[in-house]
């Protein structure tokens, strides 16, 4: 039975980074977007580039992580 909760919450955990990734992936240009059309093309950028170098830093900090755990293991 306990095998199981924690399957099950695994699982939960897993569905829940999923939609964070989408909505931070679909959300952040069209954020843009709802900005640019508002006519404030200067914030609308600056966003835009604050999303990339996030996204970027992210990615980066990701694969190294994923990296440093594979020497641990191997």
Excluded: C, H
């Amino acid at each position: 039975m306990l095998e199981l909760i924690k399957e099950t919450l695994s699982e939960v955990a897993w569905v829940v980074i999923g939609l964070i990734s989408l909505v931070w992936w679909v959300g952040g240009p069209a954020f843009t977007a709802f900005i640019w059309s508002d006519g404030d093309k200067n914030l609308a950028l600056q966003f835009l580039a604050l999303w990339a170098a996030v996204t970027a830093l992210y990615l980066t900090a990701s694969r190294l992580i994923r990296r440093a755990r594979r020497a641990r293991r191997g």
